[in-house]
């Protein structure tokens, strides 16, 4: 018989969620002002995030309810802030990315690519992480990690010498480059851990096939999420930054745009994927690095057999066709008019065909990525394609579109869409409520901090926190705050909000942190142990990495010398004691 602590831990999520309002009430109906009253929204929404009791999405939508009947934000406010420039900027990625996907573009770059680098151990790892942090740029993290890791395991069972499954070429059931769900490719043993239902018992693994298992597991996962911070649709937390600088500092001239956070990031993720690269393969290939490059090894049959692998599944890809041709003209374009729109060095074609009075481009990135999404919907993805309609015989049928509303319906993640837009909405109701000019007032003393020493502190409690958070909710929660004490303390908001905001992507230490470590954890034969041993000192590395970065580049690019004059409404007191700062930050 169920004891009642059994009945209430069954019951938990529908206890937190009907609890956690009546709890934090007192707060509003004591202290009766809109920063009590936003406070009470924001902390509600914190802890629903944590705890999970409510779907993320669902609990992005408090605002909507909480802000109206509570006097802060009128209704219609409120609800502009959940399809902002941002979201449509998310939305039009997200269209070119499922094209991307749904043509098995991403796949063929893959299979490419791994065909150069070659199979020999440390290459090997360096080339999947490669390919994995390249896709992940454009496409999710999620979907890149379901791709890759069965490529990966299925090259490894050639590593490991088994030359039937190559003699049988394409039937080659281990390598199954669909991208399937853990659930389907998951086995469980008795211990309980799951690991690839493709792999060989534990016990006739060597020790080492067995680590480097791990490690490329491991190394995909990784990449994926380093990967993602590289560009300003790689990931969401990047997105949630421009949209709560652009909803916090509306004057701040768009000064994150692809280009400059492209400027700004990609080196970060470069060196950072590059000193992963070098930690993975020391703790799971060693220190001989002779051995880990392949030379003198006399496993060259193992080799060619994996070598053979992938040479024929991107064989099997055939030529590209029509509709993968015109995906890759229209992905280069759209990523040609990002770079070129309003770059900062030279001026770019928003800032001199599409231009305001003030000399300001009318046509953001959004503007851009839906353009080239609609210009999906209107191309064939055959020609010529016309075919006998099966349902209607004697007529002719035409091919569907490059991106038909059905594929992007299905593959469009909508709930992240309303998280940023109830993360958007809680950053402009912190500011609307006054609780933000208040919050900087508490946090006056942390001047007499160094900078550098704050924003690496800042860093790193926010790696820690996303480990158990999602990163999403992490920098929606952080970013108005840190907003606040930068404009308390006189330091360019942009210093510690954005080595916070990568630093939402360094969770490597638990399964439950990203999508791509449940993937991971569920196909490689991973324990908790080991992604925990190798994800620590890589938060660490990643942090080090971020602090080298926003102490070093990025100071040209978003000027953080100086204290904007677009961040300055609460804090006037800040120019005059800043030699050089009458002028913004851009």
């Known amino acids: 018989m169920a004891t009642c602590w059994q009945v209430l831990w069954a019951y938990r999520s529908y206890l937190f969620a009907i609890c956690l309002p009546i709890f934090l009430l007192p707060l509003p109906i004591i202290v009766r002002t809109k920063e009590a009253y936003c406070a009470y929204t924001i902390i509600l929404m914190a802890l629903m995030w944590c705890t999970e009791s409510l779907p993320l999405a669902v609990t992005g939508l408090f605002p909507i309810v909480l802000f109206p009947l509570m006097g802060i934000m009128d209704a219609?406010?409120?609800?502009?802030?959940?399809?902002?420039?941002?979201?449509?900027?998310?939305?039009?990625?997200?269209?070119?990315?499922?094209?991307?996907?749904?043509?098995?573009?991403?796949?063929?770059?893959?299979?490419?690519?791994?065909?150069?680098?070659?199979?020999?151990?440390?290459?090997?790892?360096?080339?999947?992480?490669l390919v994995t942090?390249?896709?992940?740029?454009?496409?999710?993290?999620?979907?890149?990690?379901?791709?890759?890791?069965p490529i990966g395991h299925a090259v490894l069972e050639q590593l490991q010498g088994s030359q039937k499954?190559?003699?049988?070429?394409?039937?080659?059931?281990?390598?199954?480059?669909?991208?399937?769900?853990?659930?389907?490719?998951?086995?469980?043993?008795?211990?309980?851990?799951?690991?690839?239902?493709?792999?060989?018992?534990?016990?006739?693994?060597?020790?080492?096939?067995?680590?480097?298992?791990?490690?490329?597991?491991?190394?995909?996962?990784?990449?994926?999420?380093?990967?993602?911070?590289?560009t300003l649709t790689g990931t969401t937390p990047n997105l949630v930054l421009q949209g709560q600088m652009n909803s916090l500092f509306p004057q701040n001239g768009n000064v994150i745009n692809f280009a400059s956070w492209f400027g700004f990031a990609f080196p970060t993720m470069i060196i950072l994927l590059m000193l992963a690269w070098i930690?993975?393969?020391?703790?799971?290939?060693?220190?001989?690095?002779?051995?880990?490059?392949?030379?003198g090894e006399g496993e060259e049959e193992q080799k060619k057999a994996a070598f053979q692998v992938i040479k024929n599944q991107h064989t099997l890809l055939g030529p590209m066709n029509f509709a993968e041709k015109t995906v890759t003209v229209l992905f280069i374009f759209l990523v040609v008019l990002w770079f070129t729109r309003e770059p900062g060095f030279f001026p770019g074609w928003g800032d001199t065909l599409f231009a305001n009075e003030n000399g300001q481009s009318l046509a953001s990135d959004g503007t851009v990525a839906i353009f080239i999404g609609l210009i999906m919907f209107f191309i064939p993805s055959k020609i010529p394609g016309l075919t006998q309609d099966p349902n209607k015989p004697g007529k002719l049928k035409a091919p569907p579109a490059i991106l038909t509303w059905k594929t992007m319906?299905?593959?469009?993640?909508?709930?992240?869409?309303?998280?940023?837009?109830?993360?958007?909405?809680?950053?402009?109701?912190?500011?609307?409520?006054g609780l933000s000019a208040w919050l900087g007032e508490k946090l006056t003393p942390l001047e007499h901090i160094p900078p550098a020493a704050t924003a690496f502190i800042l860093c790193l409690l926010v790696a820690i926190f996303t480990e158990c958070t999602s990163n999403v909710a992490t920098t929606t929660l952080f970013l108005p705050i840190l907003a606040s004490m930068a404009q308390a303390i006189c330091l360019h908001p942009l210093?510690?909000?954005?080595?916070?905001?990568?630093?939402?992507?360094?969770?490597?230490?638990?399964?439950?942190?990203?999508?791509?470590?449940?993937?991971?954890?569920?196909?490689?034969?991973?324990?908790?142990?080991?992604?925990?041993?190798?994800?620590?000192?890589?938060?660490?590395?990643?942090?080090?990495?971020?602090?080298?970065?926003?102490?070093?580049?990025?100071?040209?690019?978003?000027?953080?010398?100086?204290?904007?004059?677009?961040?300055?409404?609460?804090?006037?007191?800040?120019?005059?004691?800043?030699?050089?700062?009458?002028?913004?930050?851009?």
């Open 409 to 433: 319906n299905d593959k469009m993640p909508w709930n992240i869409l309303i998280l940023l837009g109830g993360g958007f909405a809680l950053a402009k109701g912190s500011e609307q409520s």
């Open 495 to 586: 210093y510690v909000m954005l080595p916070c905001t990568l630093a939402s992507s360094l969770a490597f230490m638990l399964p439950v942190a990203t999508p791509p470590n449940a993937i991971a954890f569920s196909f490689g034969g991973l324990k908790v142990s080991d992604m925990a041993r190798a994800g620590f000192l890589l938060n660490i590395i990643g942090v080090l990495t971020i602090t080298l970065s926003i102490n070093s580049w990025s100071f040209p690019i978003f000027n953080l010398d100086k204290f904007p004059s677009w961040a300055n409404s609460n804090t006037s007191q800040c120019f005059p004691s800043l030699p050089n700062s009458t002028e913004p930050g851009l």
């Open 133 to 149: 942090a390249f896709l992940s740029m454009w496409i999710s993290n999620t979907a890149t990690t379901a791709m890759m890791v």
């Open 76 to 129: 219609s406010e409120v609800g502009i802030e959940y399809l902002n420039d941002t979201n449509i900027l998310f939305i039009g990625g997200m269209m070119v990315a499922v094209s991307v996907e749904h043509w098995k573009l991403h796949k063929r770059i893959a299979l490419r690519v791994l065909l150069i680098i070659g199979v020999r151990p440390a290459l090997l790892l360096l080339g999947f992480m």
């Open 279 to 295: 930690w993975l393969q020391v703790l799971f290939l060693g220190f001989n690095f002779r051995k880990n490059f392949g030379f």
């Open 165 to 230: 499954d190559v003699e049988q070429g394409s039937d080659n059931p281990a390598f199954e480059l669909q991208e399937a769900s853990p659930q389907k490719e998951a086995t469980k043993l008795d211990n309980g851990q799951a690991v690839s239902a493709s792999s060989e018992p534990s016990t006739q693994k060597s020790q080492e096939h067995s680590r480097f298992h791990k490690g490329l597991s491991l190394c995909i996962c990784y990449s994926a999420s380093i990967g993602g911070i590289a």
